[in-house]
Structures are given as structure tokens and as C-alpha cells.
């Protein structure tokens, strides 16, 4: 029995990371600018194609620059093609809103890329506020520290830090909460109140169990006599 | 015959002039399908190594024209352009053009020369290979280099060294099989004649496996099998070596 | 009895020892989450925890049987239901 091989189950997340995230663009030569020339991330993968399956659309190009951790951003560029909606009104490339769309609603879509400490935040800092795009806004957040502009194309972009690592009784936090959401979500008039309410019956019903596992995690360690 | 023919892709060096002419010659004799070639080119003279990276940065363009054509299969038709760019390098070029045309909503099937040689001595289970190339002998060795890492033993190979392309297109039947004469064939399972597109060879197939006695393939018959198996056509081609016979029903022994 | 829970991390630190400084307000621990009970109000001065502002905004995890009557950049009060 020794001899045969232990078969270790795969993770059940198995998922790694952004391969790409693509956006559409109109202004290829200020995205250029702004990725590659004021951010700095390289240009890594090009593809030139035309629209040749049922739903016919221009020749294009899709390109990608390298955020880090072998992850992209990816953007299209259609060849001839005129932005959709009105372009006096709130949003990005993708799409126009409302003229009324208050604009944390326009801002709520972003994608946030990791920088590892304050040093390297400061220097995309430096970057962006050297071009045409300086920060709009640096904020600390609970445990992260955020810088943010929109590119080009109207997309908000966030450059973040983490403060500290997120520790066990947050992600019990977490989990908490998304199950009184999912409680009060499906009930009447979902509010702020109601969540903080069903919350707290979580918080004690699961108390127990908690501490019960911290005990068994403490357990084999040995203990420290100052 | 009345189904719609099949469109072939071929993309080819533009010095190239055999791929043209041996692939409707092979595959006009499948049985039950119709094919129509089209071809785009990049600009290519001399096998020499710039000659061959200036040319696959042409890569993109000529898929592109073969996207509008409408193809059903497309094959990269230049086997050491891709084998010299390093080991394993038709995978990557393959999912490149895949990639491409995907993107673009085509549901062209992809191939290279490349990849068709190596999935060729693969139907025919061979081990140990030797192997006629009409390149300089750098460019060979890195042929052979590539194959040996596909996981076949090269027992012995000839390099006729014949740098520019069009002359390629030229050389003798009689050349090549002098050549094929002059290897070592002892514990050899399958011969390639022509590891090269553009160098003549389909003629010379199936005599040189009645000769030697050993299935004979070259790049030519290797793409046209690949055609057939990606369309899922029947591989029944007589007098074009045993590998295009794989599907035939009654095998002459 | 108003009563109110607190996760434990370093952010919400001067948060609770405000709260455990407050003679009315009793503090103990129910899991990884801190609890504020009192008879009354409890009530919190944000410059006395030095909380930034998304630090103060999201300190409370969940509320028993109170309600959060006042939370804004002067102070948290939270009531009885």
C-alpha cells in the first residue's frame, strides 16, 4: 500500500487570475500613449483579424499590454467604426448612460491593478500625474490604498496597494455578510439596517464554531512561555 | 460531387511554386470531395534566416486574405520557416492563426506544414526516420533537431544545399532519389523524401517506397493527409505512398 | 439593551478601546467580533478613535436588537429597536 501514489485531489478553485480583460476603443493612439508610454506596461500580444463570421464587423486590432502577473489588459480597435451613443453624456467607450447617471454609478465598473507597496504606488503616482492624465483622486481605504484616473477612453483605472494582508476572521466577515445579503435581498425593502440585524444573529450563531476551530488551530503549536 | 468543394487556404513563401501545384494534384484524387486552393504569399526568396523572420511577419496578412476567401482549412505552408524558429514552434504558430481567425468569428480549421509532417509520421507509428531536406546545412540540422524533439530518432539525413528558393522549385527528381540512395536505411520506419513544400517530390513517393520498401511521406503527402483528417474526409489516395492509402479497404500487400 | 458588534482588525482598534474607556459601555468578545452592550445609547466620538473615513463608515458588522440613529463625521449613535 506504501508503494502506491497518493492522488491529491485538485483544489475546487482552480481558476488563476485575469487572463485578459478587453475594452473596446476609439483612440488607439491615446491608449498607446497611456499604457505603454506613461504607465509603462509593455505591449505584449497583437492580433490583426477582420469580421468574417455571420455577425460581419470591420477589420480590427487586438492588443495587449501587460499589467503584471503574466496578466493583460486588451483593447479592440475597429477600423472605421464611429462610437455608439451620445458622447457628450456620462461613460467610457463601451457605452454612453443616461445624462443623468450620477457619476459613482459611471465610476462603479473599474478595473484595479495591484502594486505591492507605497513606493510603487507613488511612482504610478508620478507617472500618470507627469501626462495627461494625472490622479483624480488617492484614497486609503479600510485595508488598501488607491490611486485612480480614467484613461482615454473614459475608463476609471485604479492602482492599489495592499495596507496588510486580509486575516481569517475577515473572510469569516466576508462570509457573513454575503449570507445575511442573500437572507435580506430576497425579503422586503432590502436595507443597510436589515443587513446589520441579520448579521448579528450570524455573528452568534457561528461564534461558537469559530473559536472552536481557532482552539484546534492554536492546539499543536507550542506554547510560548515569556 | 455535388457537395460544395471544400476551400483549401495554402499560405506559401512567395518563391513558392510546388505547394501549388502538388496539393491540387494529391488531393484532386480523394475521393468524393471537391476542393478549390487559394493562395496568399509572403514575400520570401533565399532560405536564409532574416529571409525567413521577415516572412513571418507576413503571417498575419496573408491570413487575413485567406479569412475573406471564406477557407475551410488553411495550411502554413512553409515547414522550415516554422521548424527554425524553435522546437515545438508549429504549435505556437498554429494557435496564433487559430487565434486570428477565431477572433474574427471564422471557423477556418488551422494547419502547417510543420505540424502535417510530424502528425503524418505519427499515423504511420514511426520511430526512426530518415529524412531528404533541400537546405543549407545549418537550416537542416535545425530541422532535424526540431523532429528529434518531436520524440523520432533521425537515423541519417541528406542536405542538398540549395539556398535560393526558386531553384529549390528546380531540382531533379533524379537528385533527390540519389540522395534518398546514398542514407542509411538499416532499422529505418519511415523515409522522408522531401521535407520541404517547395521542393519536388510527389512523383517520387511511391517509387521510392516500392524501391526501398519503407513508407515514404513528404511534406506534400503529410499536408494533404492533414487536410483530410481536419475535414473529416476518407484518406484513400492511391500511388502517393501508404500514408495516404490509411483509410483504404483493401491495403495492397 | 443596545448592542452592537465590531470585527476584530487592527483598523477598528481605536474604535473599541473608545468604546471599552466608556464607563456605561460593556465590552467582551463573541468570536472574532467585539461586543458593545449598554442600557442606553451607545454613543462613539470619531475623533476620539481616529478612524479615517471608510474605516469609520464600515466599523459596525451587526446591530441587536438597535439601530444606528446618528453616524456621520462626528459621532455614531446607536438606540435601542
Redesign the interface.
Known sequence: MTDELEIVPKADHRVMGVDHAAFPTFDPAGTVRFYRDVLRFPVVHS?????????K?P??I?FFFDIGNDDRIAFFYYFGLKPYGDQTAPGDSWARLDHDTPQFFTNSRHLAIHVVDEEDLLEYRKRLDDSEWPVEMQ?????IESIYTHDPNGYMIEITRAL?PV????D??AA?TIDALIDIAEGEDPSM?KL??R??????E???A??RAQQHELAPEPVLVP | MSKTPVRVGLIVPSSNVTVETEMPRILARAPGTEFTFHSSRMRMKAVSPEQIRAMNAQR??C??EL??A?VDVMLYACLVAIMSTGLGAHRDAEM?VA???S??????KVLSSAGALISGLQALGARRIALVTPYMRPLAQQVVDYIEAEGFEVADWRALEVADNAEVGRIPGERVMAAARSLDLAGVDVLVISACVQMPSLDLVQTAEDEFGIPVISAATAGAYSILRTIGASVDIPGAGSLLLADASVVAS | MT???V?????NEGFVEVAAADPVITVDK????FRLSADDDIVIDRRATGA?H??WY?A?????NS??TQQDKNALRVQRR
Do not use: N
Open positions: 492580433i490583426c483579424a477582420a469580421g468574417w463570421g455571420p455577425d464587423h477589420d480590427f487586438h484614497v486609503m481605504h479600510e485595508t496588510r486575516t481569517p476572521q475577515e469569516l466577515d457573513i439596517d446589520l440585524e448579521k448579528a444573529q450570524l455573528i452568534v457561528r461564534a461558537e469559530w473559536e | 498575419e496578412r491570413v487575413m479569412g475573406d471564406g496564433g487565434e486570428q481567425l477572433l474574427g468569428g471564422s471557423e477556418a | 448592542r452592537l458588534y470585527l476584530e482588525v487592527p483598523e463573541v468570536g472574532p467580533y479615517r471608510a474605516v464600515s459596525v458588522a451587526g446591530l441587536e439601530v444606528i
